[in-house]
């Protein structure tokens, strides 16, 4: 079996010659499942909510504060957990006991910061041009426009959003196989207690 295939409880070497955890910090696992919840939350309220609900619903003013303040709370996450996670020791990432998959792990994890990233970009430069931080959070008075979608920002923040589901879909698939059918100990490195570093 390769050397980077995962035994509970043992710490892996890194890579890049520097110390290696076996578990993540505490810091980053609370990030991880509050992040989990957010950028669900979020996305479900986006297409099952936010798609199906007209402009001129009284409401959605109130809705899309919700949305872009969950939006700008996840990033700031996300940011924090870039950072906790560049400062401290982590497993080595979890794969199917091979150097390939465990790349593909550690790309996925990639994959998320960029598409979060994108997230909010094409949220933000949609605000920017449906002029919606003066009718949502100033509360200027003004209509939201009658539709989003003259917006190309908002149509790529969609495709964007489709896209993250599928990770999101994928890791929780990935995680389950870890945990109910090889039952190799790979969730218990986003759990608290017991983290050794060497």
């Given at each position: 079996m390769s050397a980077l295939a995962h035994t509970p409880g043992r710490v892996e070497p890194s890579a890049h010659g520097?110390?290696?955890?076996?578990?993540?910090?505490?810091?980053?696992?609370?990030?991880h499942w509050l992040l989990a919840w957010f950028i669900i939350a979020s996305l479900l309220f986006g297409f099952f909510v936010l798609r199906v609900v007209p402009n001129t619903d009284p409401h959605k003013i109130d809705m899309l504060e919700w949305h872009m303040g969950l939006g700008m709370a996840i990033l700031a996450a996300m940011l924090v957990r870039l950072v906790v996670r560049w400062r401290t020791a982590r497993p080595a990432p979890a794969g199917l006991g091979t150097p390939a998959s465990a790349r593909a792990a550690g790309r996925a994890h990639l994959a998320f910061y960029v598409l979060v990233a994108c997230m909010v970009a094409s949220g933000y430069a949609t605000a920017l041009l449906a002029h919606l931080n003066d009718i949502v959070f100033a509360r200027s008075g003004a209509p939201l426009p009658p539709t989003f979608d003259a917006y190309p920002t908002f149509h790529l923040h969609g495709w964007i959003a489709a896209l993250l589901a599928v990770l999101v879909t994928l890791h929780v698939l990935g995680a389950s196989w870890h945990w109910l059918v090889r039952r190799d100990g790979v969730m218990r490195r986003m759990g608290w207690g017991g983290r050794r570093v060497e």
């Open positions: 520097g110390a290696r955890a076996n578990k993540y910090h505490p810091a980053l696992v609370l990030l």
